[in-house]
């Protein structure tokens, strides 16, 4: 079975740094894109970049470039979503999902990551 | 950016009714769209990809057409597990976006 499974939920103070992560299995992982998407609170989807782990090849969302680093390590098959300096509004709910063999669109998704930034 | 603007925003619903959705690109994505279904306090699940492809486990009562910058996602006879929010997708060009949503609520 194909499946992402993604770190537990954090509480940081703004300011702070944080790495979040997705672990895949059940398939190459290095074969596959994985993007990110983010999920305010009450609010859509956004999309914010995806990374080929075979190669390291990261794209991003102009929205999100600079605001965030998109890295794997295809020796635990991991991608990563980091921020070197935390907001109040970067509070969301952070997927991963394994894009399509052929174009951009996702399946599967992992379960989601809570951030909770807050003084 | 291609914008992804989807309509109704809500719509109240009973089981065994017909339900549409529409999602409507602002350039022509020709057939690169896809549907997911979000249940609360879940992640999205991808329903119908190139517009009208069913994704594998996905039932015969969800369906999706459209090309160009129209699309639509019609359940033909709404179940209780299919109040959720629906999101069209557009896999044409990056950055990839999102509709804002069409919550799915029971009448």
């Known amino acids: 079975e194909v499946q992402l499974v993604q770190s537990g939920a954090e509480v940081k103070k703004p300011g702070e740094s944080l790495k979040i992560s997705c672990k895949g299995s059940?398939?190459?992982?290095?074969?596959?894109?994985i993007g990110w998407v983010r999920q305010m609170p009450g609010k859509g989807l956004e999309w914010m970049g995806i990374?080929?782990?075979?190669?390291?090849?990261?794209r991003y969302s102009p929205s999100f470039q600079g605001q965030v680093t998109i890295s794997a390590d295809k020796s635990i098959s991991t991608a990563y979503l980091q921020w070197s300096s935390l907001k109040a509004s970067d509070t969301a709910m952070y997927y991963c999902a394994r894009r399509s063999a052929t174009t951009e669109w996702f399946d599967p998704w992992g379960q989601g990551t809570l951030v909770t930034v807050s003084s | 950016d291609i914008q992804m603007t989807q309509s109704p925003s809500s719509v109240s619903a009973s089981v065994g009714d017909r339900v549409t959705i529409t999602c409507r690109a602002s350039?022509?994505?020709?057939?690169?769209l896809a549907w997911y279904q979000q249940k609360p306090g879940t992640a999205p699940k991808l329903l119908i990809y190139a517009a009208s492809s069913l994704q594998s486990g996905v039932p015969s009562r969800y369906s999706g057409s459209g090309s160009g910058t129209d699309f639509t996602l019609t359940i033909s006879s709404l179940q209780p597990e299919d109040f959720a929010t629906y999101y069209c997708?557009?896999?044409?060009?990056?950055?990839?976006?999102f509709g804002g949503g069409t919550k799915v609520e029971i009448k």
């Open positions: 059940g398939y190459s992982f290095t074969n596959y894109w």
């Open positions: 997708q557009q896999a044409n060009s990056l950055p990839l976006t």
């Open positions: 350039q022509d994505i020709s057939t690169w």
């Open positions: 990374i080929y782990p075979g190669d390291s090849d990261t």
